[in-house]
């Protein structure tokens, strides 16, 4: 079977949770080690390049700190699926080139499920249970700056 | 023309159009950037990493540069941020950097941008900080985002937006005794949740908000994150220009939403009806009023911060404690150094509010965002495990104040100074 593992939390994450305020004067390298141990001892030390993260409603509210998308990832995260996620966690996802997928049925998923995406095709595959999800790949400037790379790659390309 | 709201009319003139819709794009020029300590050396080196070591900042005289996260505190990383900083805003001539240690200093970020007058009518913010919607008080459109974002202005003068649909949030009637905006902003967002606004505009009008203050206003605007909304907003008025006086950084201008402007949701409050008001932990919308909690036991109080460190609300504070002796360790954090120097100066009954909290047992911090999020093991007033905090600071997420092992309730100054009197938390109408 094809797909990576998915890490499954609930609703209202907030990038208090992803990345604690004590850790965030860390270098980048030693702030990875602590992502989500609020909510999971074994996150930051097996997840591997490639893996999912599923939440619920909200994901990444609260505090503004870029370093919440930016240490997911720097850790390989291929992509986020949630019910809904916070404008600014949103933003600072596109522009530093994070895909976040909306979904609404992600109580579907079970910790573990190996999944698979595609964006062009707006398709995501649990290859655990064979079902298949539609969402809407990003269009117009959000989907220009994702393709980019994010803000600056975006900025570079206009040069 | 299409009828506009306040929001769409700000977005609109700075994108250089006639009108917006809700849902559009948009490039927008922006008026003033602010960060402070934790993310600008992010800012710093996102924007020197892309438009040049030795690159030109688009507007100096636009650009805010306030720490206030971690201050007073011996972490050797924190201290590196503001020296950082420090060598950064040397090196460009800032002339708008509130340094640590020098006379310059201010405090927390939000209160010292109303403060020094960069929260200008019709002007447009952009800081890289959540709470950055506060700005919004004055009638003017400001949000929080990330440091990408932050470097990008800092380099170009511009950023991309969305235009959100708006809410519109109607508090009419006279304010009872003892009811703050804290108690009117909880309310909200036990009412419609954490996530009731999310990517939308929340606009305050009404008679209450007519007779409040501008602390009151900047609490209502900060906490709309709180209900995920991108930014808050309250029309200016004879109150806010009386606060600008002659401190604005740029041109005022005043704007109003039409008669005919669309609003996705419009909530209607008589505040004669609003109870003082609690938010248990460990989410801003689980809410619950005082009278309903009073046989919570807390361990400590409050008061401080951006939402709950203003000269209104150590006054309100003063009045409650005045005279009396808290039975719990209650922790007193002026937002900025000019609030500092204010409870040294007004009186409440002949007495200093400073003389007021001494003598009643409280500890004074200096001006900072000191516990409201944690910080280093030495941040003052930091939460230890297993503890309950009752505070008004405008968070409650697991950890937000310390330990993730403390329960933290947010409430107005009048009800977390009446529960540090009693060591429960307490409805002030019941002192």
Not at chain 2, 21 to 42: A, I, R
Not at chain 2, 59 to 82: E, Q, S, V
Not at chain 2, 139 to 145: E, L
Not at chain 2, 179 to 203: P, Q, R, T, W
Request: overall charge negative; hydrophobic content about 40%; proline content about 4%.
């Amino acid at each position: 079977m094809s797909g990576q593992r998915c890490w499954i939390f609930g609703d209202n994450i907030d990038t208090d949770q992803i990345m604690p305020s004590q850790y965030l004067v860390l270098p980048m390298d030693e702030m990875l080690k602590h992502t989500l141990e609020t909510q999971s001892e074994s996150f930051a030390k097996q997840m591997e390049a490639g893996d999912f993260i599923v939440g619920g409603e909200n994901f990444g509210c609260g505090s503004s700190r870029e370093q919440a998308p930016l240490a997911l990832k720097k850790l390989g995260v291929r992509a986020i699926i949630a019910k809904s996620f916070a404008r600014i966690f949103f933003r600072n996802a596109i522009n530093i080139g994070l895909l976040l997928i909306e979904i609404p049925s992600v109580e579907e998923f079970s910790e573990g499920d190996l999944l698979e995406v595609n964006v062009k095709e707006g398709l995501l595959k649990d290859a655990t249970t064979s079902k298949n999800y539609n969402f809407f790949p990003p269009t117009g400037l959000v989907k220009d700056i994702f393709e980019s790379g994010g803000l600056i790659q975006y900025l570079d390309n206009k040069k | 023309m299409n009828s506009m709201t306040i929001t769409e009319k700000i977005l609109a003139a700075h994108a250089g159009k006639e009108s917006v819709s809700p849902g559009e794009n948009l490039w927008v020029d922006v008026d003033y950037l602010m960060t402070h300590d934790v993310f600008g050396p992010d800012v710093v080196r996102i924007f020197q990493a892309e438009f040049g070591q030795d690159a030109k900042i688009w507007n100096k005289k636009r650009f805010a540069l306030i720490p206030d996260h971690y201050i007073f505190t011996k972490d050797i990383l924190a201290n590196k941020n503001i020296e950082f900083l420090n060598d950064f805003a040397a090196k460009n001539e800032l002339p708008y950097y509130y340094q640590p240690f020098t006379d310059r200093y201010s405090g927390v970020c939000h209160s010292t941008l109303a403060q020094e007058g960069f929260d200008v009518p019709g002007g447009l913010l952009i800081g890289t900080d959540s709470h950055t919607c506060t700005s919004g008080a004055f009638g003017m459109f400001s949000t929080g985002v990330g440091t990408t974002d932050g470097a990008f202005v800092l380099g170009t003068g511009k950023i991309w937006l969305n235009v959100p649909e708006s809410i519109k949030v109607v508090f009419e009637g006279e304010m009872p005794k003892y009811l703050s905006a804290k108690d009117l902003i909880l309310h909200l967002i036990g009412d419609i949740g954490v996530n009731g606004a999310s990517y939308k505009a929340i606009e305050f009008t009404g008679g209450a908000i007519e007779n409040m203050n501008m602390e009151g206003r900047m609490t209502l605007c900060n906490m709309v994150i709180e209900a995920g909304a991108k930014n808050g907003i309250i029309a200016a008025d004879k109150v806010a220009l009386d606060y600008i006086g002659d401190r604005a950084k740029g041109p005022i201008k005043i704007v109003n939403s039409d008669t005919g402007a669309k609003y996705c949701l419009v909530k209607r409050y008589n505040v004669q009806n609003i109870e003082p008001t609690v938010a248990r932990p460990h989410s801003p919308d689980n809410k619950a009023t005082a009278r309903s909690e009073a046989n919570t036991k807390i361990d400590r109080a409050y008061i401080g911060s951006c939402t709950g460190g203003s000269i209104a609300d150590f006054t309100a504070a003063a009045e409650i404690v005045f005279g009396k002796k808290v039975a719990v360790d209650t922790f007193i954090v002026p937002a900025t150094e000019k609030v500092n120097k204010q409870i040294k100066q007004v009186t409440f009954k002949e007495k200093t509010l400073y003389d007021i909290f001494v003598e009643a047992g409280c500890q004074i911090g200096l001006p900072s965002c000191a516990a409201c999020l944690g910080g280093p093991e030495d941040t003052f007033a930091r939460a230890k495990d297993g503890q309950i905090v009752i505070s008004t600071t405008n968070r409650n997420f697991p950890g937000r104040m310390g330990s993730p092992k403390s329960f933290v309730y947010l409430a107005s100054p009048f009800t977390t100074m009446a529960s540090a009197l009693t060591g429960k938390i307490t409805d002030p109408r019941d002192l």
